[in-house]
C-alpha cells in the first residue's frame, strides 16, 4: 500500500486523548469519500445551517458538523442479503446495514463489478481479431488482464489493508483537523476495528511483496515487446482500443467516490450535532458524550478556549456529577428497601417469630427448629418456602 494516504486527517483516541496522523490508506479514502457515504440527516443539516447564515453569499461551510457512528456487528449470511424476504431471516433495517459482513471484510459495489465488465469487453473486442486468423490481440487481452488480477490473488493485501486489532473497546474521532466542517465520531462497541493501530499500520515492503513485485514487472516487460511484434498491421488499432478501455476503467475506479463498507468498515448512524457556532457544537456533543469537548477543545481550539465557555463544560460537569450521586442514592435507598421484610415462621414449637431477611440473595437462613416460613413483603404477596439442608429452596409466589 501507498506509504501516505491520498487525504491527510487525524485519528483521536478518546481513551486516552492521543492523537496520531493517519497513514493508512483505508483511512484516508474512508475521510476522503465521506461526503459520499455521509447519511442523509447529516446532509440536511449541514444545509439547514447554511441556508440560516445572514451572510451573503450563502458560505460553502459554517460551523462544525460531529457525526456519531457505531461500527455494525456481523451479519449472518442468511441475512446480509435477505432485502427482498425471498428466504428466511428478517430483513436488514438500513442501507449501511445490507450486505455488512464482519469488520475488514469490504462489501461489492458497481465499480467493483467494472473490472470484470470491462475484461468482457476488452476480450470480445479482441475476440473479433480471430475471425480474421490473428490471435496476437487476443492473447495480449488474456496475459495483460491475467497479470494485472494474479497480484490481487497472491499478493497478502488484506493483512497489509487491516493491520489491527479488532473488537476496540475506545471510540475514536476521525476529522482533517482546524478548519474542516466535519469530524466523526465512532463509537467503541466491541464490533469495530482499532483505528489507532489502523492509523499507525504502515510497515516496511518485506519479501514477501518485493519478490512477486519483481516477477510481474518482467513480465509485464515481455508483453510489452511482445506488443510491438504487431507494428502496423490493422490488428494494432483493435490493440489500442482495448488498452483504451483498460486506462479509462482504471481511472473511474481512482477517482470514484465510495460507501465506507467497500473499505471494510462498516457503520451505522446514531446520531449528529451541529451549532451556531463551533463551540455550540462541542457543547451539544459534551452534553451527550462525556470528555469529548476536553479531546476537540485540543484540535479545533489549540491555544485556549474563553472564560465564559469553560464555565459552560464545568457546568455541564457538576450536573453529570449531581445526577451521578441522585442515582447511586436512588440504588443504595432500593437496596435498602429492599432488605427490610418481616418473616413469620412456624417453628415446631408454635411460637411466631418475627425477623429482618435479605430478599434478595442466594438463600435465606431458616431459623432453628423451623421447617417452613413465609415471607411477607411490602407488596402484600406472601411468599412461601420449605426447609433444605437448613437452607430455604427457591420461594414461589
Same mark, same amino acid.
Given at each position: 500500500?501507498?506509504?501516505?494516504?491520498?487525504?491527510?486527517?487525524?485519528?483521536?483516541?478518546?481513551?486516552?486523548?492521543?492523537?496520531?496522523?493517519?497513514?493508512?490508506?483505508?483511512?484516508?479514502?474512508?475521510?476522503?469519500?465521506?461526503?459520499?457515504?455521509?447519511?442523509?440527516?447529516?446532509?440536511?443539516?449541514?444545509?439547514?445551517?447554511?441556508?440560516?447564515?445572514?451572510?451573503?453569499?450563502?458560505?460553502?461551510?459554517?460551523?462544525?458538523?460531529?457525526?456519531?457512528?457505531?461500527?455494525?456487528?456481523?451479519?449472518?449470511?442468511?441475512?446480509?442479503?435477505?432485502?427482498?424476504?425471498?428466504?428466511?431471516?428478517?430483513?436488514?433495517?438500513?442501507?449501511?446495514?445490507?450486505?455488512?459482513?464482519?469488520?475488514?471484510?469490504?462489501?461489492?459495489?458497481?465499480?467493483?463489478? $467494472? /473490472? @470484470?465488465?470491462? &475484461?468482457?469487453?476488452?476480450?470480445?473486442?479482441?475476440?473479433?481479431?480471430? *475471425?480474421?486468423? !490473428?490471435? #496476437?490481440?487476443?492473447?495480449?487481452?488474456?496475459?495483460?488482464?491475467?497479470?494485472?488480477?494474479?497480484?490481487?490473488?497472491?499478493?497478502?493485501?488484506?493483512?497489509?489493508?487491516?493491520?489491527?486489532?479488532?473488537?476496540?473497546?475506545?471510540?475514536?474521532i476521525l476529522t482533517r483537523g482546524n478548519g474542516h466542517q466535519h469530524a466523526i465520531v465512532i463509537l467503541g462497541n466491541r464490533h469495530?476495528?482499532?483505528?489507532?493501530?489502523?492509523?499507525?499500520?504502515?510497515?516496511?515492503?518485506?519479501?514477501?511483496?518485493?519478490?512477486?513485485?519483481?516477477?510481474?514487472?518482467?513480465?509485464?516487460?515481455?508483453?510489452?515487446?511482445?506488443?510491438?511484434?504487431?507494428?502496423?498491421?490493422?490488428?494494432?488499432?483493435?490493440?489500442?482500443?482495448?488498452?483504451?478501455?483498460?486506462?479509462?476503467?482504471?481511472?473511474?475506479?481512482?477517482?470514484?467516490?465510495?460507501? $465506507? /463498507? @467497500?473499505?471494510? &468498515?462498516?457503520?451505522?448512524?446514531?446520531?449528529?450535532?451541529?451549532?451556531? *457556532?463551533?463551540? !455550540?457544537? #462541542?457543547?451539544?456533543?459534551?452534553?451527550?458524550?462525556?470528555?469529548?469537548?476536553?479531546?476537540?477543545?485540543?484540535?479545533?481550539?489549540?491555544?485556549?478556549?474563553?472564560?465564559?465557555?469553560?464555565?459552560?463544560?464545568?457546568?455541564?460537569?457538576?450536573?453529570?456529577?449531581?445526577?451521578?450521586?441522585?442515582?447511586?442514592?436512588?440504588?443504595?435507598?432500593?437496596?435498602?428497601?429492599?432488605?427490610?421484610?418481616?418473616?413469620?415462621?412456624?417453628?415446631?414449637?408454635?411460637?411466631?417469630?418475627?425477623?429482618?431477611?435479605?430478599?434478595?440473595?442466594?438463600?435465606?437462613?431458616?431459623?432453628?427448629?423451623?421447617?417452613?416460613?413465609?415471607?411477607?413483603?411490602?407488596?402484600?404477596?406472601?411468599?412461601?418456602?420449605?426447609?433444605?439442608?437448613?437452607?430455604?429452596?427457591?420461594?414461589?409466589?
Amino acid at each position: 500500500m501507498p506509504a501516505y494516504p491520498d487525504c491527510s486527517c487525524i485519528v483521536i483516541n478518546s481513551a486516552n486523548g492521543q492523537g496520531r496522523e493517519n497513514n493508512s490508506w483505508v483511512l484516508g479514502r474512508l475521510m476522503r469519500d465521506y461526503p459520499n457515504w455521509m447519511v442523509k440527516a447529516v446532509k440536511d443539516t449541514v444545509q439547514d445551517a447554511i441556508n440560516a447564515s445572514q451572510q451573503t453569499p450563502k458560505p460553502a461551510c459554517v460551523s462544525l458538523c460531529v457525526a456519531v457512528y457505531a461500527p455494525l456487528p456481523p451479519q449472518p449470511s442468511d441475512q446480509r442479503t435477505n432485502t427482498s424476504g425471498s428466504f428466511p431471516g428478517p430483513p436488514l433495517q438500513s442501507p449501511a446495514q445490507q450486505g455488512a459482513a464482519k469488520q475488514s471484510v469490504p462489501t461489492r459495489d458497481w465499480v467493483s463489478w $467494472s /473490472g @470484470v465488465i470491462t &475484461i468482457l469487453v476488452q476480450l470480445g473486442i479482441s475476440g473479433a481479431c480471430v *475471425r480474421e486468423h !490473428d490471435w #496476437l490481440p487476443l492473447a495480449i487481452a488474456v496475459a495483460g488482464n491475467g497479470l494485472a488480477y494474479l497480484p490481487l490473488v497472491l499478493l497478502p493485501w488484506k493483512a497489509e489493508k487491516w493491520r489491527c486489532r479488532r473488537k476496540a473497546k475506545a471510540s475514536f474521532i476521525l476529522t482533517r483537523g482546524n478548519g474542516h466542517q466535519h469530524a466523526i465520531v465512532i463509537l467503541g462497541n466491541r464490533h469495530g476495528l482499532h483505528l489507532e493501530d489502523l492509523a499507525a499500520a504502515h510497515t516496511p515492503i518485506g519479501c514477501e511483496f518485493k519478490i512477486p513485485t519483481v516477477v510481474f514487472a518482467a513480465l509485464w516487460i515481455l508483453l510489452l515487446i511482445d506488443s510491438t511484434s504487431i507494428g502496423s498491421s490493422p490488428s494494432s488499432l483493435w490493440l489500442l482500443i482495448i488498452g483504451a478501455i483498460g486506462m479509462l476503467q482504471n481511472i473511474i475506479v481512482a477517482a470514484c467516490r465510495r460507501d $465506507s /463498507g @467497500v473499505n471494510g &468498515i462498516h457503520l451505522d448512524f446514531k446520531e449528529c450535532f451541529m451549532g451556531g *457556532r463551533v463551540m !455550540d457544537t #462541542l457543547v451539544d456533543v459534551e452534553e451527550k458524550h462525556a470528555n469529548m469537548w476536553k479531546i476537540l477543545q485540543g484540535v479545533f481550539f489549540p491555544n485556549r478556549t474563553r472564560a465564559e465557555d469553560q464555565e459552560r463544560f464545568r457546568a455541564i460537569d457538576q450536573r453529570r456529577e449531581e445526577q451521578d450521586r441522585t442515582a447511586t442514592h436512588d440504588v443504595q435507598r432500593d437496596a435498602a428497601s429492599g432488605t427490610e421484610m418481616i418473616a413469620r415462621t412456624r417453628a415446631s414449637s408454635g411460637a411466631d417469630l418475627s425477623l429482618l431477611i435479605p430478599r434478595a440473595g442466594p438463600a435465606y437462613e431458616m431459623p432453628a427448629g423451623s421447617r417452613e416460613m413465609d415471607i411477607l413483603q411490602h407488596d402484600g404477596t406472601t411468599i412461601r418456602a420449605r426447609k433444605a439442608n437448613h437452607r430455604l429452596d427457591d420461594a414461589t409466589r
